[in-house]
T-cell receptor, first 113, second 113 residues
Framework: AQTVTQSQPEMSVQEAETVTLSCTYD???????LFWYKQPPSRQMILVIRQEAYKQQNATENRFSVNFQKAAKSFSLKISDSQLGDAAMYFCAYKNSGYALNFGKGTSLLVTP | DVKVTQSSRYLVKRTGEKVFLECVQD?????MFWYRQDPGLGLRLIYFSYDVKMKEKGDIPEGYSVSREKKERFSLILESASTNQTSMYLC????????????FGEGSRLTVL
């Protein structure tokens, strides 16, 4: 199975600042999808952003953007202008042509006033 | 609003009991999944189903079984609950589209005493 590694168990950022969460993955395939999911405390997991591997352009959703480095198998998430509501567990996930997503172990993001 | 609904948010069971976790989705999705979430381990796939009455083992199927008699419903069964099955269980669904975004339920926190 493909592995997804999130090397930062915890991160902290001040409100209005920018933070980058790291993710690397291991695959021998050329076509796949990458995701960042957010899980707020006691709330359900929601999709933050998605990247198709065949697209060179990095995905962006409002304050959230990714840095996708295909050759390095790296997929980091940048959160700009951090808000208190961004505090959550963030999971990086990989999907190939199969059915299921493989998830990393998560990064807990703390946002301080 | 699209939804994945898990029947129980919190359950407390005794060792050896049979446990049913129910999940219903209203998005007409073909694929449904059961993940287990533990601190420091991320999400691990237990079972998934890509069609009615079809099921596939994930990474950690031991001690679990599933049932999918209707498209919208996917049940996780613990035949004889054990303390090491104390965990958060997440149900998710997705369409057959290759990008395969998962939609999650709120989770069922199971404690086995």
């Amino acid at each position: 199975a493909q592995t997804v590694t999130q090397s930062q168990p915890e991160m902290s950022v001040q409100e209005a600042e920018t933070v980058t969460l790291s993710c690397t993955y291991d695959t021998s395939e050329s076509d796949y999808y990458l995701f960042w999911y957010k899980q707020p405390p006691s709330r359900q997991m929601i999709l933050v952003i998605r990247q198709e591997a065949y697209k060179q352009q990095n995905a962006t959703e409002n304050r959230f953007s990714v840095n996708f480095q295909k050759a390095a198998k790296s997929f980091s998430l940048k959160i700009s202008d951090s808000q208190l509501g961004d505090a959550a567990m963030y999971f990086c996930a990989y999907k190939n042509s199969g059915y299921a997503l493989n998830f990393g172990k998560g990064t807990s993001l703390l946002v301080t006033p | 609003d699209v939804k994945v609904t898990q029947s129980s948010r919190y359950l407390v069971k005794r060792t050896g009991e049979k446990v049913f976790l129910e999940c219903v989705q209203d998005m007409d999705h073909e694929n449904m999944f059961w993940y287990r979430q533990d601190p420091g381990l991320g999400l691990r796939l237990i079972y998934f189903s890509y069609d009615v009455k079809m099921k596939e083992k994930g990474d950690i199927p031991e001690g679990y079984s599933v049932s999918r008699e209707k498209k919208e419903r996917f049940s996780l069964i613990l035949e004889s609950a054990s303390t090491n099955q104390t965990s958060m269980y997440l149900c998710a669904s997705s369409s057959r589209h290759p990008s395969g975004e998962l939609f999650f339920g709120e989770g069922s926190r199971l404690t086995v005493l």
